[in-house]
C-alpha cells in the first residue's frame, strides 16, 4: 500500500512538473486606437477592449487595457485571436471589418507584431495648447465633429483638467474648469483657464489636458497630456 501511495505521489509530481514546465506567453501584440493614424486619448483604464482564442475552451476574453494615450500592449501566446471592441467601450464606434464584414478583427499571431485598430470617433480635439504663468494654466482648443449622420451625438461638457502627475483626468485633477456643451458659442478657437492650487510638496509644473464627453456615451475622449511650467 504504501510502496502505491509513493508511486502515486510521484506520478503526480511529474505531472505537475510537466506542466510547470509549459513555455510563457513570449508574443506581444500592440498598437493604438486611432483615427486616421492619430491616438485616441483616453482615460487611465477605463477602456478595454477583448481577444476570443477559439479551440482552447477557455470561456472568457483576454481582456486588455488601452492606456491615456490610446496605446495597448498584450502578451500572448501564439495563435489565432478574434478582437472586438465592445459596444459600450470608447469614445467612438468601431468601424466595419471588410474581412469579416463585423466589428471583429482576425488576428493571426506568430511571434511579435504591431496593429493599430481604426475607430470612427463622435469628436476630435483639435490644436490644444497648453501655456503657464502666474499660477494659471491656459488652454486654447478646436472641437471637430466626426460623425454627422443619424448616429451623431451632442457634446454633454468639455473641460480642462490639471494634475500633479502624468495621469490627467476626472479622477486625479487638482483642478479644472467646465463648460456645459448647450453653452458651447462655436467650436472653434475655444479657450480655458484654471488658477493652480497650493501644492505640498511644492512644484513650478502640472500637467494638463483637455476632455470632451459625449452625451450618452460613458467614456471621454481627450487631449495628449502636456507638462505646463508656471
Known sequence: MKKYLFLLLMGGLITSCKLDNYEPPASELSGRIVYKGEPIGVEYNNVTFELWEPGWGKKG?????????????A????????LIIPSYQGPFKSIRNAETQSDTVQIPLRGSR??????????????????????????????????????ARNIEEVALYISKTAFVDVRTNIASQVIKGADLKTMNGLQMQVTVPTMTPAQNFVFARIKLKVSGVEDPIF????KVTY
Open 223 to 226: 487631449s495628449a497630456i502636456q
Open 114 to 151: 504591431t496593429l493599430d485598430l481604426e475607430v470612427l470617433p463622435y469628436y476630435m480635439i483639435r490644436n490644444a495648447t497648453f501655456t503657464g504663468g502666474e499660477k494659471k494654466v491656459s488652454a486654447q482648443f478646436s472641437i471637430e465633429k466626426i460623425i454627422t449622420d443619424a448616429s
Open 61 to 73: 476574453p483576454i481582456t486588455v487595457n488601452v492606456d491615456q494615450n490610446g496605446s495597448y500592449a
Open 75 to 82: 502578451i500572448l501566446f501564439d495563435g489565432d485571436y478574434k
